[in-house]
């Protein structure tokens, strides 16, 4: 597995691994969680995927099988701001306005969002590997710009995965329930540091083309 950081500016460079990524979002918040969320019969694409946003892709054999986006909570697009800040402001019905103790806007912290890994990644061993080649991009990609510490809206066992993985990573305020998925999010922080554990060195790839059609509705 290979890991690609990029944002709008730069999506070019990796063919259709931007797309492939919001199909697989889609296939899997929409279709399999139910989420309420903007998308088509192919891909799922909302109001934080702007140009303040970078992201972290992992590719097996050329294909978008993991990802999330990162963005400095000091974005600002339109009348958007950041997830979590929209959150908070009442704008998104559908996250508490409680989810954080309080507003945060600082160039150190930077939220992470859409963290999703491909069903077709099975065993356990590939899928912390997915995980760990998805986060250490957001590191990389948040560290580089400035960044201290990472936050999240993510599923509570994500704290627990991340640990496991040398990720510095605990709650903060208290946890709710999505009405879609019947899951328990809290808000996660971690420092904007590379994993203390072993490391394989991480080739920066160039997502393959392919001969067949791979925007299929799932």
């Not at 946003?53 to 992992?58: G, M, P, T």
């Not at 600002?76 to 989810?99: C, F, N, Q, S």
């Not at 930077?110 to 999703?116: G, I, Q, S, Y």
């Amino acid at each position: 597995m290979e890991n690609i950081t990029f944002s709008l500016a730069t999506l070019h460079r990796h063919g259709s691994a931007f797309y492939d990524f919001l199909a697989l979002r889609k296939r899997f918040f929409v279709d399999t969680l139910g989420w309420d969320i903007p998308h088509d019969d192919t891909v799922e694409m909302d109001q934080y995927d702007n140009p303040l946003a970078h992201y972290s892709l992992v590719l097996r054999d050329g294909e978008v099988v993991g990802g999330a986006r990162v963005m400095s909570t000091t974005a600002a697009w339109g009348r958007h701001t950041y997830m979590l800040r929209d959150a908070v402001a009442g704008k998104l019905i559908h996250i508490p306005p409680e989810i954080m103790p309080r507003e945060v806007t600082d160039p150190c912290v930077w939220e992470c969002t859409r963290l999703v890994i491909s069903d077709d990644v099975k065993t356990q061993v590939d899928r912390s590997e997915c995980l760990g080649l998805i986060v250490d991009g957001l590191v990389r990609v948040a560290a580089n710009c400035g960044a201290e510490q990472l936050i999240s809206l993510s599923p509570l066992p994500l704290m627990r995965a991340l640990r496991q993985l040398g990720f510095s990573a605990d709650r903060i305020g208290e946890p709710y329930r999505n009405d879609h998925d019947g899951r328990q999010y809290a808000v996660l922080a971690m420092p904007a540091r590379q994993a203390e554990r072993v490391r394989i060195p991480v080739p920066q790839a160039t997502h393959r083309p392919q001969n067949m059609a791979v925007h299929a509705p799932a």
